[in-house]
Every structure is written in structure tokens, then in C-alpha cells.
């Protein structure tokens, strides 16, 4: 059975910290690994990493894939009370059975 | 907009009824996904179609069922409804043959009472 499961499960910052969410997972066919972020209502996508796409960047948000220790980050430098949020680790996997897999989440509280 | 809809946003319903949460997508995506969130767990994978006609069971099946008539429409239905299944239910597609990412509805809260 796959598993993702993200580390902190909760974390409170200021603004302006860099801050380091973890997802480490166990699957049987790797497709790719994906994050998102979670407001309000429904989980918004931020990244998608694959074999051929380890490192992804956008704006003050970049996310790296380990392959060999199975593993991702999810880096936020100089954080903003809009970052506050529940961050999401997703892993989709499977030959024959096609499945996305989310971890319980990380949330992220900014303060000011 | 192209996108994918639930309905209804909210519902409550009593222990013992049925119901029907629907879902539907115009991205003709072939896989389609229903998760529960509740809070402490995440979203949980409940049934999930890897194209029309074909459906499978995710981590936590039991009290709920399927179909897949079509590559738009996945219906979730509660046979007979308890309180734990009280939660908030999104629906979600994806396009596997070109691995997009998965999109989501905007969810629908249901309490069971």
C-alpha cells in the first residue's frame, strides 16, 4: 500500500522566515510526486516532480525530489501571512491501478 | 469555465437516508477521484475511476459506491447514511496519459445527523 506521510504536521512562523515542509513516501510504481496548497476550500496545485523534473521553482516557492531516499521538499523563503495555508504532499503511482495519494498535510501558520 | 463541478455545496442529511453527491468535469479527463477530508486525516481516497467504465476502491470504500457511465460524470453514493460520514467531499480529475496534475471541485460538506 502506498504512503505519504509529511512532516511537521503543524508549523507557526513570522513573516519573512524560510521555512522547510517534509514528505517522505513508500510506493510500489512511482509516476510523480505533487504538491498543494489548501485555503479555504479546495487544495490549488503548486508542483509536480518527476524522474525526468527533480527540481521545480516558482517565485519564493521551490521543491526538490529525492528519488534514491524517497523523499520531497517544500521550501518558502521570506513567508507572508498569504502563505499561511495547509500544504499538501500527493504521490501518484500505479502500473494497471492509477491512484493519487495524499499525505495528512502540513499546516502553516504566518504571523506577523 | 471549463472545470470541475459539485453539487450540492452543502447538505444535511439524516442517519439512515441516501444520497447522491454529484460531480462533473469538462476537461475530458479519463481519471476521475472522490476524497474525504476530515480533520487530523487529510483527504482520504474513497472510490476512483481510471477511465469510463471502470471503477476501484481507495483507502476507506466501505458505505460507498460508484459509477462511471461516462467520462464526465462520477456520482458518490451514500446508501444509507451514519454520522461518521459526516465530512467534506471533493471530487477530482486528472488526464493520465499526459500525467496533469489532479483538479478539484470545490467540495461538499455534508453532515449526518
Known amino acids: 500500500e502506498d504512503k505519504v506521510v509529511q512532516s511537521p504536521l503543524s508549523l507557526v512562523v513570522h513573516e519573512g522566515d524560510t521555512v522547510t515542509l517534509n514528505c517522505s513516501y513508500e510506493?510500489?510504481?512511482?509516476?510523480?510526486l505533487l504538491w498543494y496548497k489548501q485555503e479555504k476550500k479546495a487544495p490549488t496545485f503548486l508542483f509536480m516532480l518527476?524522474?525526468?523534473?527533480i527540481e521545480k521553482k516558482s517565485g519564493r516557492l521551490s521543491s526538490i525530489l529525492d528519488k534514491k531516499e524517497l523523499f520531497s521538499i517544500l521550501n518558502i523563503t521570506a513567508t507572508q501571512t498569504g502563505d499561511s495555508a495547509v500544504y499538501l504532499c500527493a504521490l501518484y503511482s500505479g502500473a494497471g491501478s492509477y491512484q493519487l495519494t495524499f499525505g495528512k498535510g502540513t499546516k502553516l501558520s504566518v504571523i506577523p | 469555465t471549463a472545470g470541475i463541478t459539485q453539487a450540492p455545496t452543502s447538505q444535511i442529511l439524516a442517519a439512515g437516508r441516501s444520497m447522491t453527491l454529484r460531480c462533473t468535469q469538462d476537461?475530458?479527463?479519463?481519471?476521475m477521484y472522490w476524497y474525504r477530508q476530515d480533520l487530523g486525516l487529510g483527504l482520504r481516497l474513497i472510490h476512483y475511476?481510471?477511465?469510463?467504465?471502470?471503477?476501484g476502491k481507495g483507502e476507506v470504500p466501505d458505505g460507498y459506491s460508484v459509477s462511471r457511465a461516462n467520462t464526465d460524470d462520477f456520482p458518490l453514493t451514500l446508501a444509507s447514511a451514519v454520522p461518521s460520514q459526516t465530512s467534506v467531499y471533493f471530487c477530482?480529475?486528472?488526464?493520465?496519459?499526459?500525467?496533469?496534475?489532479?483538479?478539484f471541485g470545490q467540495g461538499t460538506r455534508l453532515t449526518v445527523v
Open positions: 477530482a480529475s486528472s488526464d493520465r496519459d499526459r500525467d496533469t496534475e489532479a483538479f
Open positions: 510506493v510500489t510504481n512511482f509516476r510523480s
Open positions: 518527476t524522474s525526468s523534473g
Open positions: 476537461m475530458r479527463h479519463n481519471a
Open positions: 475511476s481510471n477511465t469510463a467504465g471502470t471503477t
